[in-house]
């Protein structure tokens, strides 16, 4: 079981930057993928960035490539998103989340979820 907590989220004017964490309770982090999703109204859920459980490797959406980048501490049990160069288009409640395969991008093959955090942009 695992449980998991974003933070960092608030109002940022375009091109500016946050780091959003994510804290998991649980002896098993260290055993899942973490992702990022994120949501804006009106909008599906969609798939930002994972992260693979030794923190070898990370994959992005092409929208967020080049801009965010995911790392996680195992000893903390915490994952992160830094957000650099944002975009009006990049406000959403982003969400933490966590899945036993590093290749999944889909929202329904991750097993748990934070409760989101709102980022706003600014234009």
């Known amino acids: 079981q695992v449980q998991l907590v974003e933070s960092g989220g608030g109002l940022v004017q375009a091109g500016g930057s946050l780091r959003l964490s994510c804290a998991a309770s649980?002896?098993?982090?260290?055993?899942?993928?973490m992702g990022w999703f994120r949501q804006a109204p009106g909008k599906e859920r969609e798939f930002v960035g994972v992260?693979?459980?030794?923190?070898?490797?990370?994959r992005y959406a092409d929208s967020v490539k080049g801009r965010f980048t995911i790392s996680r501490d195992n000893a903390k049990n915490t994952q992160y998103l830094q957000m650099n160069s944002l975009k009006p288009e990049d406000t959403a409640v982003y969400y933490c989340?966590?899945?036993?395969?590093?290749?999944?991008?889909?929202?329904?093959?991750?097993?748990?979820w934070g409760q989101g955090t709102q980022v706003t942009v600014s234009s």
């Open positions: 989340a966590a899945t036993r395969n590093y290749y999944f991008s889909s929202q329904g093959n991750y097993d748990y």
């Open positions: 649980g002896r098993t982090f260290s055993s899942y993928a």
């Open positions: 992260i693979s459980s030794s923190g070898g490797s990370t």
